[in-house]
């Protein structure tokens, strides 16, 4: 069965460095979520990509992330310059038509900023 | 606003009985999903359910939905150990570029007992 894989598993990084998680979505999904869950928290959503362009993208997502689809199957996150608050897990996820379609996650990375 | 709030924060049963887990909403939504998580793991897509379906069978899952009250149960009917895991349930709203952002809940935690 197709499914939505993460890479790393787990990442440590020094506050200031800059990480980038990689995801692969199933092939034929034509939309692309980035979400992540702080430790005891709900997962939040942070960015959608369509058409390689952000189509909608949340408070938390500010100036210091960034998302790119670099070639036909990987879908990056980068994050600047890591903050403390920054650990969370990140999960990628991606549907069919995006609206009104099931969306299927990865088994996400767990960020730890040290 | 809070959209997506289950109850209960968990649930602890025997195994062979049913759990019956609820999920409250505020805004229309095009549909409603939900989720499974082992610890520290990713998120399983269970079931999708429409806003005008009223409810929803896959397995041992049975999911219903009443918009008129904007709420929705997943019950687990003759659980197992296995089923041990926390479970949330996601809204995905309709306005003007939506692209399938989830809202999530914050979960409630079952537990399982052999």
């Known amino acids: 069965e197709p499914e939505v894989t993460q890479t790393p598993s787990h990442q440590v990084t020094q506050m200031g460095q800059e990480v980038i998680l990689r995801c692969v979505p199933i092939?034929?999904?034509?939309?692309f979520y980035w979400y992540r869950q702080i430790l005891g928290q709900k997962v939040e959503f942070l960015v959608s990509f369509y058409n390689n362009e952000i189509s909608e993208k949340s408070e938390i997502f500010d100036d210091q992330f960034s998302v790119e689809r670099p070639d036909g199957s990987n879908f990056t996150l980068k994050i600047r310059s890591t903050k403390l608050e920054d650990s969370a897990m990140y999960f990628c996820?991606?549907?069919?038509?995006?609206?009104?379609?099931?969306?299927?996650f990865g088994q996400g990375t767990r960020l730890t900023v040290v | 606003s809070q959209q997506g709030e289950e109850d209960p924060q968990a649930l602890s049963i025997q195994e062979g009985e049913n759990a019956t887990m609820n999920c409250s909403y505020k805004?229309?939504?095009?549909?409603l999903q939900w989720y499974r998580q082992n610890s520290g793991r990713g998120l399983v897509h269970l079931i999708l359910i429409r806003s005008n379906e009223r409810e929803k069978h896959s397995g041992r899952l049975r999911v219903t939905l009443d918009t008129s009250k904007k709420s929705s149960s997943l019950l687990i009917t003759a659980s197992r150990a296995a089923d041990t895991a926390s479970y949330f349930c996601?809204?995905?709203?309709?306005?003007?570029?939506?692209?399938?952002?989830?809202?999530f809940g914050q979960g409630t935690t079952l537990q399982v007992k052999p």
């Open positions: 092939s034929n999904h034509l939309y």
């Open positions: 996601a809204t995905d709203r309709p306005y003007s570029g939506n692209t399938g952002k989830l809202i």
């Open positions: 805004t229309s939504i095009n549909n």
């Open positions: 996820a991606s549907s069919e038509w995006g609206q009104d379609t099931e969306a299927f």
